[in-house]
């Protein structure tokens, strides 16, 4: 099992910038691929990044290829997503998710995911 809790949600003015964190616990954090997701009111959960095991390979959506960079530090057991010249389209709740040994934008190569924290962008 993987215990998976984000923080750094807010409320931000377009344009400015917010860092999520999720931390792990549980098994080996590093043979984990770790993504972020969002689902805003009214819609369906969407892809937003996703970051190897390494460290050395990111995957974006494009509608935030740019402006977000996903991170992690596996020493921390922790994965970042620095979010800049946020939108308010951005506003959702954000989740992330840990996959065993994947990394790509589908939701079912996901085992694991937290409880997600909100993110709120006002125009």
């Known amino acids: 099992q993987v215990q998976l809790v984000e923080s750094g949600g807010g409320l931000v003015q377009a344009g400015g910038s917010l860092r999520l964190a999720c931390a792990a616990s549980?098994?080996?954090?590093?043979?984990?691929?770790m993504g972020w997701f969002r689902q805003a009111p009214g819609k369906e959960r969407e892809f937003v990044a996703s970051?190897?095991?390494?460290?050395?390979?990111?995957y974006y959506a494009d509608s935030v290829k740019g402006r977000f960079i996903i991170s992690r530090d596996n020493a921390k057991n922790t994965v970042y997503l620095q979010m800049n010249s946020l939108k308010p389209e951005d506003t959702a709740v954000y989740y992330c998710?840990?996959?065993?040994?994947?990394?790509?934008?589908?939701?079912?190569?996901?085992?694991?995911w937290g409880q997600g924290t909100q993110v709120t962008v006002s125009s």
């Open positions: 998710a840990a996959g065993p040994g994947n990394w790509g934008n589908r939701q079912d190569m996901y085992h694991y």
């Open positions: 549980g098994r080996s954090f590093m043979n984990y691929g």
């Open positions: 970051i190897r095991w390494s460290g050395d390979r990111t």
